[in-house]
């Protein structure tokens, strides 16, 4: 009941786009930061954006200007436009609330950029 559920990865060329989604509970999504966490082979998991409940949105300095973070509110769902796309940005993207809380972490999305 805890869990997120993210889709939309895919494999692209670099220079692509693609749209994930993270959905949630009305409970989790309610009055809390949702942000967007990149995790490359070996590597933890990283911040990359997040938007707060009032719609406030930061990022990473390696994704600002290329990446958009977004939420509708009425479909408990969060979004991560990634335009631009580079290898460096190949992972498994997680969403979750930030702070993170581990029960919420849930499969991840595969994003491959190909050069």
């Known amino acids: 009941q805890g869990r997120l559920v993210e889709s939309g990865g895919g494999l692209v060329q670099a220079g692509g786009s693609l749209r994930l989604s993270c959905a949630g509970s009305?409970?989790?999504?309610?009055?809390?930061?949702v942000g967007w966490y990149r995790q490359a082979p070996g590597d933890a998991r990283e911040l990359w954006a997040y938007?707060?409940?009032?719609?406030?949105?930061n990022y990473a300095d390696s994704v600002k200007g290329r990446f958009t973070i977004s939420r509708d509110t009425a479909k408990n769902t969060v979004y991560l436009q990634l335009n631009n796309l580079n290898p460096e940005d190949t992972g498994v993207y997680y969403c979750?609330?930030?702070?993170?809380?581990?029960?919420?972490w849930g499969q991840g999305t595969q994003v491959t950029v190909s050069s």
């Open positions: 979750n609330i930030s702070p993170y809380r581990d029960d919420y």
């Open positions: 009305r409970t989790i999504f309610s009055y809390n930061t």
């Open positions: 938007i707060t409940y009032d719609g406030r949105a």
